[in-house]
């Protein structure tokens, strides 16, 4: 009984303490990874900046830790007389055993570093991975978190991403192809084109998030029944779909006021002939007898 004393008066003591400085020691980690992190994002202004300092304290706030915890496991059982040499010993062994069975994950966690020290995606990036789009809500050392326009949400191993487009990286881009009819004069369709773009970039509520004049590629194609001009606008990360919609609405209401025309796609149907060089009857059935009669001609 009064070994047990003197272990709790010791061993039971210092395993308090370790306890108590474990938490203290996690909380004062988590204060200092907010503080790196408001200090990175005064020192870079933009909001790229800010989304890496972001993505990059979370991943070193797990790292820290998992390495306190670890740290305080081992103290601990060195006050109960455990010779935690072995247990080291046994602990790489384990290790080498884990990484021939588990090269998965192994994979997941190179991938995962190489993936944050290149800076490919951040949280908050808008991305397609291999055949995944969606914004990133989470990015670790094992997986990528996507959260798509659905609401759903996708996990990605990080050792199977082999393509990522990031569509939101320093600035983004929305292209247009505008359709217009044959006989329309292009470089008129052009002009109230940069005309649309100079009224958005007066607008309080755009004017900020587009960052240069819209570009105008030129006649693209000839389509079955239109033109296609091709324009492209830079927006802010992000920015391009909401700038990219407001503008085609314009356009839109623009081209009505015109009379240009946007045209659809038109069919000709064609029954063919006989050897006789007749064709077969089309048979047209009408419900109700219409305002004007002479409208209707067969």
């Not at 996507?146 to 881009?173: E, P, Q």
Request: proline share 3%.
């Amino acid at each position: 009984m009064d070994r047990l004393g003197d272990w709790f008066l010791t061993s039971g003591a210092r395993i308090v303490f370790i306890v108590i400085g474990t938490l203290i020691l996690l909380k004062a980690c988590g204060v200092l990874i907010a503080k790196i992190e408001e200090l990175l994002g005064q020192k870079g202004a933009d909001a790229e900046y800010k989304k890496r300092a972001s993505t990059l304290s979370g991943v070193l706030r797990w790292i820290l830790r998992v390495g306190v915890l670890v740290v305080a496991f081992m103290m601990i059982l060195r006050e109960f007389n455990v010779d935690i040499g072995p247990v080291l010993a046994a602990a790489g062994v384990a290790g080498v055993a884990i990484g021939f069975g588990a090269q998965n994950l192994v994979q997941d966690f190179l991938a995962g570093f190489f993936l944050l020290l290149e800076d490919q995606i951040r949280v908050g990036d808008v991305v397609q991975i291999n055949d995944k789009g969606g914004m990133v809500e989470q990015i670790n050392l094992r997986m990528v978190v996507l959260r798509d326009l659905a609401g759903n949400a996708i996990f990605i191993r990080n050792g199977k991403i082999d393509m990522v487009t990031n569509m939101t990286k320093d600035y983004s881009r929305y292209v247009f192809d505008v359709g217009v009819a044959y006989r329309e004069d292009v470089d008129e369709v052009i002009g109230v084109l940069k005309a649309i773009d100079e009224e958005m970039r007066r607008d309080p509520g755009f004017k900020d998030d587009i960052l240069a004049p819209l570009e105008v590629l030129g006649l693209d194609s000839f389509g079955d029944s239109a033109v296609i001009i091709k324009a492209r606008t830079m927006t802010k990360p992000i920015q391009q779909w909401r700038v990219g919609r407001e503008f085609n609405r314009r356009m839109k209401k623009r081209f009505d006021e015109l009379g240009i025309e946007i045209p659809f796609p038109h069919r000709t149907i064609y029954f063919g002939k006989d050897k006789q060089g007749q064709s077969p009857p089309l048979n047209v059935e009408t419900s109700g007898a219409p305002e004007n009669p002479n409208r209707l001609k067969r």
